[in-house]
């Protein structure tokens, strides 16, 4: 039982590939609320964890006088 398009002599897992595949028409099924919603989610956590982790200013610290 393999994804389609998968040798079976291939490198990768077909456990991953087909992990891989599913996620894939999970995120690009246009007609379901769940995805819709995780993707939002999934998206807005991303966001949270970049201007939490990659920002190297504190706004609450005082500002430096020009």
Known sequence: MSAPGVKKGSSSPSGVV???TSACHFAT???DFRRNLLVN???FAAGVWVARNLSDFDLMSPQPVT
């Open 18 to 20: 087909q992990w891989i």
């Open 29 to 31: 099924d246009r007609n």
């Open 41 to 43: 989610l999934g998206l």
